[in-house]
């Protein structure tokens, strides 16, 4: 019996999702939804009721066999703050899923799933639904690619994520390092690292150093180093040191053999990366940039169910 996952990552404009089969992402079952992020929960939650029923008529139109004739199961990438493991959503001021905040989403999902009668849903009904932080499933996903590795994976993207892996699982508490490996609220520079190692924070940096125009985001400024723009370029390299600086702390306290890196920010590596190894200044230290960060996310959300 094939073990099959209904993968969602969620995210504040869109959710992107996967059918995951026996660990393995099938290219042809990705699509995106609007995530309906600023509605009612019960528009919210009917977007992904659709997502459901979409996911589970899918499958068994494109493969040999029924629907009955397989094990289902349900995981969610969701951003936070939530509870993951109680299913609760705590996302509150961030202008996506506010009508959420305090909602146990996985008995509503299964509430819903119980009043319909179609046998998408009483299939459904018997699968167990999981949920966890993006940047965790993102590291989970990429630990497939290194199961010996000791490290720290970072997503840089409207916010910065962050993960520490050992041999393929999630590190237990470590001395001075955030027992849920989560960065983003940490001090630094009299602010947060979510405060300068994000979409926003890459774009203060830019104006603080005269390279922001009118109408730049990070790819419009990334595009303009690359053809030589003299401040473009100093802003990506400032970026690069002060990754490595915020980062070496950690490093020396893990002591990890790698660094990953996934999200937006990190396909301005070609800018920034001589910067961050330089700083870091360590031979014995890869630093990885992940080509493909949703596969690898839709893979850790299947890692959800190996227990």
């Not at 800018?271 to 890869?286: E, H």
């Amino acid at each position: 019996m094939a073990n099959i996952v209904i993968a969602l990552d969620v995210g504040g404009t869109f959710i992107k999702t996967c059918i995951v089969e026996n660990g393995l992402p099938l290219a042809w079952s990705q699509e995106v939804f609007p995530a309906l992020a600023d509605q009612d929960e019960g528009t919210i939650l009917a977007q992904f009721m659709h997502i459901l029923k979409s996911r589970y008529q899918l499958y068994p139109s494109q493969v040999t066999g029924s629907g009955l004739n397989y094990h289902w199961q349900i995981g969610l990438a969701f951003p936070g703050p939530f509870d993951y493991e109680q299913g609760i959503c705590y996302v509150q001021g961030l202008g996506k899923f506010e009508s959420l905040y305090g909602m146990n989403i996985r008995e509503a999902l299964y509430e819903r799933l119980q009043k319909e009668e179609e046998e998408w849903a009483v299939q459904l009904q018997r699968s167990e639904i999981r949920f966890e932080n993006d940047a965790r499933l993102f590291a989970l996903g990429v630990s497939l690619d290194f199961p010996r590795d000791r490290f720290i994976a970072l997503t840089l993207g409207t916010g910065l994520g962050s993960a520490f892996i050992d041999q393929a699982q999630v590190s237990g508490h470590v001395p001075g390092i955030p027992e849920n490996g989560w960065l983003y609220d940490q001090p630094y520079r009299g602010g947060l690292i979510d405060d300068a190692f994000s979409r926003r924070g890459l774009l203060q940096l830019a104006e603080d150093l005269g390279a922001l125009h009118p109408g730049m985001d990070v790819k419009e400024l990334a595009e303009s180093a690359r053809l030589g723009n003299a401040p473009g370029r100093e802003v990506f390299l400032e970026f690069g040191k002060r990754l490595a600086d915020m980062l070496t702390p950690y490093i020396q306290l893990y002591k990890p053999s790698l660094i990953v890196l996934g999200g937006q920010i990190s396909k301005s590596y070609d800018l920034f990366g001589k910067a961050l190894q330089d700083g870091i200044n360590s031979p014995t230290i890869v630093i990885h940039t992940s080509e493909n960060m949703l596969e690898h996310t839709f893979k850790g959300i299947s890692r959800l169910f190996e227990k």
